[in-house]
């Protein structure tokens, strides 16, 4: 998973009841100033917001933005920021970007790099924040981290998706569409767009909430398995990534909800153990969701999986589990196929 993790080498909700200071943003009363062409209001700045645990001050908005993977990207142009970014970089197996709602994003944006985020890339774009995540760019791996970029005079924002839970390596701190929230907020503070945000959210929250009121309730919600990827073992969800909200909203039992990290790997046994009577693919990367689903159906310790013995394979773009503004339409699509009898 490009960003993520890559498998071969390894791999908006309804929370109408959740208080804003839940979801990590401190918001101010402020109208923002929403036209992209007119000068910030002399008193927005400076702002402060709280990103995966430090509170981060800015004195104006920055101009020379550089995202890193699909949903990143879309985020700030969900926000209409393309004009604060110098640029994106994301491998080219993501799907089409010419035929989703934020086309005109990507057609006056530069396409960086199709490869993995550097540092010399970004001073070569004359980056002053890079907005990526724990595993979604950063990691110390490499030697790209928030830390190196500070030596070096440029700012980041954390996806807070990946934020670090305290516990090693393992990532997550919020439900994911809270996390969602908590960034097209916290951006469009810094950004002095908080209107614009705010009417996302909104969006997004009618738009879940629609997709919940038709979902299955009760005894009638299927198990689901999110597999992205993985033959000796599989990469899934966790508690803290996308897919757990997408299931849960979208009317099924998230049969690994009780790990509390992002993606992460769990052993076929477990799987087995647990009985999905749904498995939800995630489509990206080399392998297609044609040899995902080959595979699944193929191998022999699932044969007796509730979702392989009734053929109950759903396929989802990368880019609707990761967090990103189109979570909230991968719920209802969710919805709508757990809606389906079995056969």
């Not at 640029?87 to 010419?98: C, E």
């Not at 299931?247 to 647990?274: P, Q, Y």
């Not at 595979?295 to 999986?305: D, E, I, R, T």
């Not at 759903?314 to 079995?342: F, G, H, I």
């Amino acid at each position: 998973m490009p960003s993520l993790i890559r498998p071969a080498a390894l791999c908006l909700a309804l929370t109408a009841a959740t208080a804003l200071s839940g979801c990590g943003a401190e918001i101010t009363p402020q109208g923002g100033n929403d036209d992209k062409s007119a000068p910030a209001a002399g008193g927005h700045y400076p702002v402060t917001v709280e990103n995966c645990g430090e509170k981060k001050t800015y004195d104006k908005a920055p101009q020379r933005v550089v995202t890193n993977d699909v949903g990143i990207t879309e985020i700030m142009f969900a926000l209409e920021l393309d004009d604060h970014m110098a640029g994106y970089v994301m491998p080219d197996d993501k799907g089409d970007p010419t035929s989703v709602p934020w086309k005109d994003g990507y057609e006056k944006t530069a396409w960086l790099s199709k490869e993995t985020i550097n540092k010399e890339l970004v001073l070569d774009a004359r980056a002053d924040l890079v907005f990526a995540g724990w595993n979604y760019g950063f990691n110390e791996g490499d030697g790209f981290t928030p830390a190196a970029l500070k030596k070096v005079g440029i700012d980041s924002y954390l996806l807070s998706e990946s934020c670090r839970n305290g516990q090693g390596k393992a990532r997550g701190v919020m439900p994911p569409l809270d996390a969602l929230y908590t960034d097209l907020r916290n951006l469009g503070k810094i950004f002095d767009v908080e209107k614009r945000a705010e009417s996302l959210v909104a969006r997004f929250r009618k738009e879940v909430a629609q997709a919940q009121a038709t979902a299955l309730k009760g005894a009638d919600r299927p198990r689901v398995f999110l597999y992205d990827d993985g033959r000796d073992k599989p990469l899934t969800s966790g508690a803290y990534a996308g897919p757990h909200d997408i299931i849960t909203r979208a009317g099924g039992d998230h049969v690994m909800k009780d790990l509390k990290d992002t993606w992460t790997t769990v052993g076929w046994e477990t799987v087995v153990e647990r009985d999905p009577e749904v498995i939800v693919i995630n489509n990206y990367g080399d392998t297609s969701a044609d040899r995902k689903r080959k595979f699944l159906k193929s191998y022999p310790p699932l044969a007796n999986v509730s979702a392989i013995k009734n053929d109950r394979i759903v396929v989802l773009d990368y880019v609707d589990l990761v967090e990103s503004p189109r979570n909230p339409a991968a719920v209802a699509s969710l919805a709508a196929a757990l809606r389906k009898a079995p056969r």
